[in-house]
DNA sequence: TGTACATCAGTGAACGCGCGTTCACTGATGTAC
DNA sequence: TGTACATCAGTGAACGCGCGTTCACTGATGTAC
């Protein structure tokens, strides 16, 4: 019987999908004890091939994580554009939700998060890594620059500047308050809260206004 | 000759002052590799002693981890609080100095940052690092206190919010844009300056005015 | 349709290495009297 | 002041372990004719 290498490719050769599978374990032991405590090794054993197998997939551990990283951040672009969705159904509702993505980001795939912004990888380690990151800040700016369209002319702040704040602030809140892992700092309000309220006073700041009941 | 135990102790048994070599190397060792590449081996061969010598001073290799993060903490509280000047010349100016003395931290000293904010120590690891952390976090809030306090009292929104958004911008800043290290982003403007800014309309936000031109 | 060959994903044994930690020890320093 | 003893920081050899990576290989799948 023969398939089609375009259907699907369910079953490949031996394994299937090894690729796939490294990188589903990879992320669980990264999960478990962070993007340096992860082992070629481990992730041969817990996916059942010998520990060459995955030499045909990747060049090298480093190359695995890299891959998981901008894997990550494609993912994470997803997220942040699904919550964007166009500026619907208004500018500033919509911008909120792209933070609350980030935070959701963050705590759901604690994981990909780790691969993404704690394994120390330059952020140019490669083409495909840095295009996916700025993929994902895309939207950030473009939520921003949309909202900016909404000020008069001359009181307009730089997009880039704004984006950055936005950026930082909701990474600041992930990493600080909002992670999924033992590291995660207590503090007595959810870190969602915590955006949304930076978020709307950053907003006042720049006269964009809002009908929040303080 | 004798000396006494209390003078100094310069020259103890064999080394001297080994506690200190072995975390001064670790440092160096963080600040090159990160905070999960150094091992207690390389330390030790650093410093120039037999690899059982640290056991003598630390439980093991976790134990000198989270002293670093404690040493750490305690040297980021006392540049905060000698920004911060007890709000001298002037509360904002005082409270700007503080973000930039966040900012400075991180950056010239990565290793002490990394061992801080990306070791995944839990922050309540033991007592001595959860209570240096939270002296740190005294003095961001110390300042926010300050700030609020001129506003008038229908206007003052909760200190411990507000501290924690100056907190997370610090951090986020910091971490995203301006690490001494490989892993930071480049970006068309000083980290200095996107903090500085974000401050400004953030406070502009809660209504604490300010002399600036844009 | 059948056959011979090419491709290539995964094998399994082996390598040299550095790791954390232990142990009984040594020898310099501190102290009791 | 001198002596005998206690303390304890650092030694050095040893351990078992898991690591990343290599290699010649095997055998399932794909393809040319």
């Known amino acids: ?11 490949g050769y031996h394994h299937g ?8 374990a ?41 891959d998981i990283a901008r894997r990550g951040f ?3 672009a997803e997220k942040l554009s699904d919550a964007w969705n166009d500026g619907q159904p208004d500018t500033l509702s919509a911008f909120k939700a792209v933070g609350q993505a980030y935070l959701a980001f963050a705590k759901t795939e604690p994981a990909y998060y780790a691969a993404m912004f704690e394994a120390r990888l330059p952020p140019d380690a ?13 939207i950030l700016r473009r ?19 704004m984006s950055l704040h936005i950026w930082a602030m909701s990474h ?12 995660r700092r207590k503090v007595p309000m959810p870190p969602e809260d915590l955006l949304e309220a930076a978020i709307l006073v950053y907003l006042d700041g720049l006269g964009i206004g809002d ?3 303080v």
């Open 1 to 11: 019987m023969r398939r089609s290498k375009h259907a699907g490719g369910r079953r």
């Open 17 to 24: 999908n090894l690729t796939e599978a490294l990188v589903q």
């Open 26 to 66: 990879a992320l669980d032991l990264i999960r478990e004890y962070g993007p340096a405590g992860f082992s070629f090794a481990e992730v041969t054993r817990a996916v059942g091939v010998s520990p060459a197998a995955p030499y045909r997939h990747f060049r090298d551990r480093d190359a695995l994580m890299a």
């Open 74 to 76: 494609e993912r994470f």
């Open 126 to 138: 490669n083409r495909e890594l840095a295009q996916a990151s700025d993929q994902a800040f895309a």
């Open 143 to 161: 939520a921003s620059e949309a909202l900016i369209a909404e000020l008069p002319q001359e009181k307009r702040p730089p997009a880039l500047m």
């Open 172 to 183: 600041g809140i992930a990493s600080l308050f909002g992670r999924g892992d033992d590291a």
């Open 211 to 213: 009908d929040r009941e």
